[in-house]
């Protein structure tokens, strides 16, 4: 009995959900056109997920099969009941338009004699557009979608021009990112061109005008009034904006964040830090510890709570460089952790000291909240048997009130090859925890973890696509960045909608080149770093194992193997590798060793003699380190069954997009 079979029998016997479900294996399969039709038909008709009968019948009709009946069911039941709806917003985008100062076309189509609709599809502004005349649906449409997709800010020497821009997000982005033309004392309006005045109509059902109309920041170009580009508001409008006076940017002026997540420790952050360092567009300043990080806004939001006047705000906040932004924040009304960032990062000398203040567009926030160390925990689902993800750091930030209340953030994350950041993280521990059991009485010692299983846990570069920290985010690998600096930093600043500045030619801190050169640190474009082994520190047992058990990362984001040699790995081998892991081990051992080394023995209350204590000791320490073994032969049984991973709520999780380089403007070959 196939599967139809089932689905069928199970809907006669009224197992409705099951049905649905058997329905629904249909549909993903490669079935036949008319077993997808009852499949989508009757998931629709019995409360199923109306989202996978839509983009059945969308893609069954783009394929040509059963159109007579399919579009008069896609008209019924998804279009006509949102008709009014659609209707009713075109017109009243025509009727604000129509009075509205710089679009100069008001020959606005009927609503009926649009060349084309939107087929509503969900509720948060998405839609399938349909094509009459070429008998077709288009792809899904989410006007919201929280993705900036141009480069709209490459070139501030002039206004912004943008070409054919119908996301309500990207507008309103556009609205709340460049500055009044009054704050800047000069012609600083929002181009907008659109090749097809009938195309722009139809889009017009789908858009709320409204709010991006009050402050008359855009100018609509439409076809060849592009000509006109840029206008003279002096001689067109009688206006004339260099009698302004250039104004400072104020903290609810400052929207978007650029997050710098931290993929694992020593992972090149910092040389990425030094490149947007003194940047004219970006409020920066050096990693914050995330903890520290929270400490501080909870400690200005309580001087600032408890500040009876202007003049007691003024000496709560009298450490800070720039007074005007503290009687900013006291005149500010329902204050939020963002605005206490911004303005902690506007006070700052070091954070602004590359600004232009002058810009036609408000900075942004170039943050990079820091870790120790980023730690995952892998779990298995019972129930489905899929590998569960859980990262409490990315918890943090993903709950933290700062985030959540910039509306707008672009993401990016550098990676270097696992096997070279392992080894300079063990070096780094093994450093700490010398230097701090130094002065240590034992009883509070440092100690190097299993950095080998933190390793191959860490999945900071698998995302859910759902997730709005990551819904505009790009992978930037560090070798690149070292190699070929001009291919990476053009296309990052690309991505980040920046410009791509003489700053970002040079690695600096607070506008010094090159800070902290010397020692192990390899300054500025130095590739030393990129092909650094780290010898004493990681050995090819381990480095065979950290390749294979993330094997599916390497290939992806085009790193080539240098250890792991294809062989098929099962239990066995695992448990060969782990005999093997003698360098970790080694520095495991020792620093573990100082703490069983103060630790007491007792046996019924009573301390045992130095000699069976130090025997006991050594005992525990060796319990440890076997306890390590047997969690690492655990943990690898389970990611040998697949790399395949869900978040909480068992959606799967996917690879964070890689940034691709112009090859034009390859120095060197690409790095593998």
């Known amino acids: 009995m196939n599967i139809v079979e089932i689905a069928r029998k199970l809907a006669a016997m009224g197992e409705m959900e099951d049905a649905i479900r058997a329905y629904t294996l249909i549909i993903g399969q490669d079935s036949d056109p008319s077993e997808k039709l009852e499949a989508a038909a009757y998931i629709l008709q019995h409360g199923g997920d109306y ?46 338009l129509k009075k509205y100062p710089y679009l100069f076309r008001k020959d606005f189509l009927p609503f009926e004699d649009l060349p084309f609709c939107f087929f509503p599809f969900d509720d948060q502004s998405g839609y399938v557009p349909f094509y009459p005349e070429e008998e077709r649906f288009g792809d899904y449409v989410n006007f919201k979608n929280p993705v900036i997709s141009q480069n709209f800010f490459h070139d501030l020497e002039n206004p912004i021009l943008a070409h054919n ?40 059902q789908c858009l709320n005008l409204r709010p991006l ?33 250039l104004q400072p940017v104020h ?80 005149r500010m009304k329902n204050r939020t952790d963002k605005d206490y960032l911004v303005a902690m990062y506007l006070q700052s000398e070091q954070a602004t000291a590359g600004l232009d203040p002058a810009s036609r567009i408000a900075p942004a926030v170039f943050f990079q909240p820091h870790f120790p160390n980023i730690i995952y925990s892998l779990s298995v689902e019972p129930k489905t048997g899929k590998t569960v993800l859980n990262a409490p750091n990315y918890e943090e930030i993903r709950k933290s009130p700062v985030f959540r209340n910039f509306k707008y953030i672009k993401t990016f994350t550098p990676m270097r090859r696992f096997t070279t950041s392992h080894g300079a993280t063990v070096r780094f521990m093994y450093w700490s925890a010398q230097n701090a059991n130094k002065t240590s009485d034992g009883k509070s010692a440092t100690v190097v973890s299993d950095a080998i299983s933190e390793r191959i846990f860490n999945r900071s570069f698998m995302i859910d696509p759902d997730d709005r920290l990551y819904k505009d985010s790009i992978l930037v690998r560090f070798e690149d ?6 291919a990476v930093f053009t296309a990052l600043a690309a991505f980040l909608d920046l410009p791509y500045t003489e700053s970002m030619t040079y690695c600096s801190e607070n506008g010094e080149k090159d800070p ?62 782990i005999a093997g892991f003698t360098t970790v081990n080694r520095y495991i051992r020792e620093t573990w060793k100082r703490v069983f080394e103060h630790a007491q023995v007792s046996v019924n209350g009573e301390r045992v003699s130095a000699e069976e204590e130090q025997k006991m000791q ?32 068992n959606q799967p999780l996917r690879m964070m997009k890689k940034l691709e380089l112009n090859p034009a403007l390859l120095e060197q070959p690409l790095y593998h």
């Open 481 to 486: 960045g070292k190699l070929n600096p001009t």
């Open 618 to 649: 050594e005992q525990m320490l060796d319990d440890q380190m076997n306890s390590f073994d047997a969690n690492r032969l655990a943990n690898a049984k389970i990611l040998l069954g697949s790399l395949r991973f869900v978040n909480k709520r």
């Open 51 to 96: 989202k996978i009968s839509y983009t059945c019948f969308r893609d069954l009709y783009n394929q040509g099969h059963f159109r007579e009946e399919i579009l008069p069911l896609m008209i019924k039941v998804f279009y006509e009941p949102n008709i009014k709806l659609l209707q009713g917003r075109y017109e009243r985008n025509c009727k604000l």
């Open 251 to 330: 903290i609810r002026e400052i929207t978007r964040l650029i997050w710098h997540t931290q993929l694992s420790t020593h992972n090149g952050g910092d040389f990425f830090n030094e490149i947007f360092d003194f940047h004219p567009n970006l409020l920066v300043l050096p990693s914050i510890m995330m903890g520290n990080m929270k400490d501080i806004l909870d400690n200005y939001r309580e001087a600032m709570d408890s500040a009876g006047s202007l003049s007691q705000a003024m000496q709560n906040f009298k450490a800070w460089e720039d007074p005007r932004r503290v009687e900013e924040l006291y």
């Open 213 to 245: 109309l009050e402050e008359e920041k855009l100018v609509f170009l439409i076809e060849d009034e592009e000509n006109q580009y840029p206008l003279d508001f002096k001689e067109c409008f009688g206006i004339d904006y260099s009698q302004y006076s």
């Open 516 to 577: 902290t050169p010397g020692g192990d640190y390899a300054a500025g474009f130095d590739p030393s770093t990129v092909y650094r082994t780290y010898d004493d520190f990681i050995n090819d047992d381990e480095r065979y194992f950290i390749e294979y058990f993330l094997r599916d990362a390497y290939e992806y984001y085009g790193y080539s193997f240098h250890y792991y040699d294809g062989a098929p790995v099962d239990e066995a081998r695992v448990k060969e590798l």
């Open 165 to 204: 821009v119908y996301s309500q997000y990207e507008l309103e982005y556009l609205r709340d990112n460049v500055r009044r033309s009054e704050d800047v004392a000069l012609e600083n309006h929002v181009y907008l061109h659109y090749t097809d005045w009938s195309v722009f109509c139809t889009y017009l």
